[in-house]
């Protein structure tokens, strides 16, 4: 596996992601996991913000404590189901700026079309955090990098539940410079590029729009 592509491994995430994945799911019940898990992986994608200190006084005594450096933060979810992992980021990193990123698939050509797009005015100076639930072909993922980096964005990562080898492999051909966070690993697209055994449309899964 290469080091940019990060599968966490975790009993908790294993557990949920099995709730998931599962067709009989309330909505209501697979948009709370969505934002679990979001946290869960947010924690791993998350552990190279860099440190400082700072003097504080506990009950005890005085001492230099850790604390964030205080680098800029976003995280920018591609519209829709992109959506349902944001909340669990900000329960993480309650500061961080949020941009939005409006794309959908041709259903014909399977190619990504953009249809919004709304950033912070500063995030060129921001690590960006890409989130989306599946990464299936890597043609949204790679066009959402793609527009981050035409903003002047230059540590990004992606963010993702269930991603199949055929989007990672395209993440790393067109971006070997962005690490990849992912739940799970599944074993590759059926015919209508959706991801197996993957859970399904994400989107119409956290809002019951099926």
Same mark, same amino acid.
């Given at each position: 596996?290469?080091?940019? /592509?990060?599968?966490?491994?975790?009993?908790?995430?294993?557990?949920?992601?099995?709730?998931?994945?599962?067709?009989?799911?309330?909505?209501?019940?697979?948009?709370? $996991?969505?934002?679990?898990?979001?946290?869960?992986?947010?924690?791993?994608?998350?552990?190279?913000?860099? $440190?400082?200190?700072?003097?504080?006084?506990?009950?005890?005594?005085?001492?230099?404590?850790?604390?964030?450096?205080?680098?800029?933060?976003?995280?920018?979810?591609?519209?829709?189901?992109?959506?349902?992992?944001?909340?669990?980021?900000?329960?993480?990193?309650?500061?961080?700026?949020? &941009?939005?990123?409006?794309?959908?698939?041709?259903?014909?050509?399977?190619?990504?079309? %953009?249809?919004?797009?709304?950033?912070?005015?500063? /995030?060129?100076?921001?690590?960006? $955090?890409?989130?989306?639930?599946? $990464?299936?072909?890597?043609?949204?993922?790679?066009?959402?990098?793609?527009? =981050?980096?035409?903003?002047?964005?230059?540590?990004?990562?992606? =963010? /993702?539940?269930?991603?199949?080898? %055929? &989007?990672?492999?395209?993440? %790393?051909?067109?971006?070997?410079? /962005?690490?990849?966070?992912?739940?799970?690993?599944?074993?590759?697209?059926?015919?209508?590029?959706?991801?197996?055994? &993957?859970? &399904?449309?994400?989107?119409?899964?956290?809002?019951?729009?099926?």
């Amino acid at each position: 596996m290469n080091e940019k /592509v990060h599968v966490v491994n975790h009993p908790l995430l294993s557990h949920k992601l099995t709730i998931l994945r599962d067709k009989n799911t309330s909505t209501k019940d697979f948009r709370e $996991l969505v934002s679990e898990i979001g946290m869960l992986l947010t924690y791993e994608a998350t552990r190279d913000l860099p $440190l400082t200190t700072k003097e504080i006084e506990t009950p005890i005594c005085k001492m230099e404590a850790p604390t964030l450096k205080g680098k800029k933060f976003a995280v920018v979810p591609i519209l829709r189901a992109g959506l349902g992992l944001v909340d669990g980021v900000l329960r993480m990193v309650p500061s961080a700026r949020v &941009g939005h990123l409006g794309m959908y698939r041709n259903e014909e050509t399977m190619e990504p079309v %953009q249809y919004f797009c709304k950033m912070p005015r500063d /995030v060129a100076e921001r690590d960006v $955090l890409i989130v989306d639930p599946m $990464l299936a072909t890597g043609g949204s993922a790679n066009a959402a990098i793609d527009i =981050m980096k035409g903003y002047g964005c230059h540590n990004i990562k992606l =963010m /993702v539940l269930v991603a199949a080898p %055929q &989007g990672i492999e395209a993440i %790393q051909r067109s971006h070997p410079d /962005v690490d990849i966070y992912c739940g799970a690993l599944d074993e590759g697209l059926n015919a209508a590029s959706y991801i197996v055994p &993957g859970l &399904g449309d994400a989107g119409d899964r956290i809002f019951g729009t099926k």
